[in-house]
């Protein structure tokens, strides 16, 4: 099972009093119903392929309205797809329709009737994210949080609600609709926090720590590797410098600062210059800072590159 169905089953369990079921059930219905109007009357449907979420919009109409509801369940044609369990409500449709706010074409929901408790908006969103939510496994290359509708003002309102929690999201179009999104992990985690979803976000926050301490090892390691690199190609073209000079002039007239710098390449060939001058006491009973071997090293990269010059002339 997925991550995102592993939420959405924990989120099926969460208790709730009737005003946050109320909330719950308008979120399902605008965001993932249909109205229907014939010359038998108005009708709601919800579809879905959760059997579950199915059946806990049967419970909550029932328990809120007293009312009765047809399920049916349909087989897609392709391969590997699953059935869509349609949920239609007859009686008192207009009522829901009303009560429910789900023909709202205002984009402010944030103070509707329905959402002014706080505990009201966390259930909105967690009715939303029931509906047509997806989330990305902590284990995946990416975080994303994302929650679809059929069309802009859907998408605006999930996107107000998210915010009043501070969440960051935005909306983008999509080809078949909007959604209202968030990329940041911390923001998803917080999602998980506002739903309800506790196991899920303990899950969500232990993978999460985890990957990003392995990306923190990973990047201070590749910052060794390079330094390292570094390292090795200025120390190998200090010991190239340090060849011609023994082959193209008597290093003992060398002064004797380039000599003991010499000295210390040759022997310690793969150090850094701190390394090289932490042990230079040792060798010379004095200690030799590291900027005053650099600019000796650069000294005889210079020597050695004006004697390479006079012969190519």
Do not use: W
Request: hydrophobic share 40%; glycine share 2%.
């Amino acid at each position: 099972m997925s991550f995102a169905l592993n939420v959405k089953s924990e989120l099926l369990t969460v208790k709730a009093d009737n005003c946050c079921k109320l909330a719950e059930l308008s979120a399902l219905l605008k965001i993932h119903g249909n109205i229907n109007i014939s010359s038998l009357g108005v009708s709601i449907e919800f579809q879905t392929t959760n059997l579950q979420i199915a059946r806990k919009v049967i419970t909550s109409v029932r328990e809120l309205y007293r009312v009765e509801v047809d399920i049916i369940s349909k087989k897609q044609m392709k391969l590997q797809k699953k059935d869509i369990y349609i949920v239609r409500i007859k009686e008192q449709a207009e009522r829901l329709i009303n009560e429910l706010g789900i023909m709202s074409n205002d984009e402010h929901i944030i103070d509707e009737p329905l959402l002014i408790k706080e505990c009201c908006k966390r259930s909105y969103l967690r009715g939303a994210f029931l509906a047509s939510g997806s989330i990305n496994s902590p284990l995946s290359s990416s975080y994303h949080f994302e929650i679809a509708t059929h069309n802009e003002i859907g998408s605006l309102q999930v996107m107000e609600l998210l915010n009043f929690f501070n969440l960051r999201a935005k909306v983008i179009k999509r080809k078949k609709g909007y959604i209202a999104y968030i990329k940041e992990s911390e923001k998803i985690a917080d999602f998980l926090r506002v739903a309800g979803a506790i196991n899920a976000l303990f899950e969500y926050e232990d993978e999460r720590i985890k990957r990003d301490f392995v990306n923190s090892i990973t990047r201070v390691m590749n910052m060794e590797i390079a330094n390292q690199n570094k390292t090795l190609g200025a120390a190998n073209k200090q010991l190239r410098s340090i060849s011609v000079l023994e082959n193209m002039v008597d290093i003992n007239k060398l002064p004797k600062s380039m000599k003991e710098a010499i000295t210390l390449r040759k022997d310690n060939p793969e150090y850094s210059l701190n390394e090289l001058s932490d042990i230079s006491y040792d060798y010379f009973n004095k200690k030799i800072s590291k900027s005053a071997l650099n600019h000796r090293y650069r000294n005889i990269n210079e020597l050695a590159n004006d004697i390479m010059e006079r012969l190519d002339d």
